[in-house]
């Protein structure tokens, strides 16, 4: 807890808004979409899910293959409980729709599907994408699943995997992914590992957003091993996200903006 102060003191410290970013790409997106304050109707759509699952006294055994929890003592565990504490608030629901309108990726690998409020905003951002979510606990995902059927929400495959093997068994044909939300397994290995099996995915317009960067010294140490890349050009540390772009007109800058 005393390191993501410092680190959310030290965020404020160096972020900035719209008038400190003198990049035409990163200010478009950070003025058109991050602070776009319309009031779109995909949003009570989003309330609704989250109302669904936090009415939802359930329980349910969690198995977890990542970092673990630092709210849940027991793997038994009640689905309200859950979409309160583990799943994307309700702000950063509404901003992954809006990220996920503002570039329209046709399709989208989502790692870590938990409940799928976040996967709600991206199949929602755009309703023509084809989204693949992975969840290694197949009781949380039969929850999201019947989430998704309730919401007709029939753009999402969901698959119970652990997250390595499917990646590594990735077919070349498949490399046309556009958009991918990392929220799986927050250590610095894994997420390290993650990224570098799917460097061969990456296209000019492809867009990562790696979640909870600042959730321990260990994913500080991968998102600063993510910044220093190579391949990277542009990154933006929102706190909460780091948001990864490979655009090779670009030249390499590190942005920090509050949202």
């Not at 909870?212 to 929102?238: F, G, L, Q, R, Y």
């Amino acid at each position: 807890m005393l390191q993501q102060v410092k680190s959310y003191l030290n965020f404020l410290y160096h972020s900035k808004n719209e008038h400190g970013v003198h990049s035409p790409f990163v200010f478009d997106l950070v003025t058109k979409c991050f602070y776009d304050k319309q009031h779109y109707p995909e949003y009570k759509l989003l309330k609704n899910y989250r109302k669904a699952l936090l009415q939802n006294k359930n329980t349910i055994e969690v198995t977890d293959f990542g970092a673990g929890s630092r709210v849940f003592k027991s793997n038994t565990r009640v689905i309200n409980q859950i979409a309160k504490t583990a799943g994307i608030s309700s702000e950063r629901a509404k901003l992954l729709f809006r990220i996920t309108r503002y570039f329209q990726p046709e399709n989208i690998l989502e790692i870590g599907t938990s409940l799928g409020l976040a996967t709600a905003a991206l199949s929602l951002g755009n309703p023509k994408s084809k989204i693949t979510t992975l969840e290694g606990c197949e009781n949380t995902l039969a929850v999201a699943h019947h989430q998704f059927e309730a919401f007709d929400l029939t753009n999402i495959r969901s698959v119970a995997t652990e997250f390595s093997s499917f990646i590594k068994n990735l077919q070349p044909i498949t490399y046309n992914l556009k958009l991918i939300y990392f929220d799986g397994n927050h250590s610095k290995a894994a997420t390290l590992e993650y990224f570098e099996l799917l460097l061969p995915t990456i296209t000019n317009e492809t867009v990562w957003i790696f979640d909870d960067i600042h959730w321990s010294a260990d994913m500080e140490s991968a998102w600063e091993v993510i910044k220093n890349h190579p391949k990277v050009t542009v990154t933006i540390d929102t706190f909460q996200w780091g948001l990864v772009f490979f655009r090779k007109e670009q030249p390499k800058e590190h942005f920090v903006i509050r949202v």
